[in-house]
């Protein structure tokens, strides 16, 4: 009788829990997608949570069915007979309508984007990529990953002048982060801001050893000093 008190008052104490912290906040579809088109998606269903204050059993609840490692890396999942290709754009709806800056998922959700692109993948997401993205910057505003990922992805298509940006921003909430730095400078050699790619460069290499590819591209360019 005890032991089932206590399982009661254990199951009403994570109700209180979830049913809070599902009121705090909302994740609205904001914005529009690179076509100009009104963002929009499924509702919300588990969640909205922000990915980098919630509980692992939030993370849990969601990442335990729907975003396993075979859905982080393209694998697709136990498929039942589906192509496994066919069940990711579904189990990353969900992960992100629950989490909406799930910084892992919304790198896979860019990782399958650009698979579309090359012909790898016909399947499609059932929200563009930058739909997730302007829905995660207005749910968590201050989230510098988030800008980066968007940045990173507006540089792989194209946009080149909303990528620096996004970049700016997330340089402006974490200014150290030689990810961003590395980045950004490979973005402002795209956009021939040459000075300014070499002075983040500078800053990168000065934090030590990371990957050369960037300083090469301004040493054939005659840049590097």
Not at 72 to 91: D, R, T, V, W
Not at 118 to 140: D, G, H, Q, W
Not at 201 to 208: D, E, L, P, S, W
Request: hydrophobic share 40%; glycine share 8%; with cysteine.
């Amino acid at each position: 009788m005890v032991l089932k008190r206590y399982f009661n008052l254990v199951i009403a104490l994570l109700a209180c829990i979830i049913s809070n912290e599902l009121v705090a906040k909302q994740a609205p579809w904001v914005g529009t997608d690179l076509n100009g088109n009104n963002c929009t998606g499924n509702g919300q269903g588990y969640g909205p949570f922000d990915y980098r204050t919630t509980s692992d059993f939030h993370k849990h609840i969601v990442e335990m069915r729907h975003f396993t490692p075979d859905m982080e890396f393209l694998k697709g999942g136990k498929a039942g007979g589906i192509s496994p290709i066919l069940e990711i754009p579904g189990n990353l709806d969900y992960t992100l309508r629950a989490l909406p800056n799930h910084h892992r998922a919304l790198l896979t959700a860019i990782r399958f984007q650009l698979k579309v692109y090359n012909n790898i993948i016909k399947e499609r997401l059932k929200t563009p990529v930058e739909c997730y993205m302007l829905r995660a910057l207005n749910f968590s505003p201050n989230d510098s990953v988030v800008f980066f990922l968007y940045g990173y992805y507006l540089h792989k298509v194209g946009h080149l002048d909303k990528a620096q940006e996004m970049f700016e921003n997330s340089l402006e909430i974490s200014p150290n982060s030689i990810k961003v730095q590395y980045a950004y400078a490979l973005l402002l050699i795209d956009l021939k801001q040459y000075d300014k790619a070499l002075y983040y460069a500078k800053k990168v290499y000065k934090q030590g050893n990371f990957h050369p590819g960037l300083r090469k591209k301004l040493e054939k360019l005659g840049v590097w000093k």
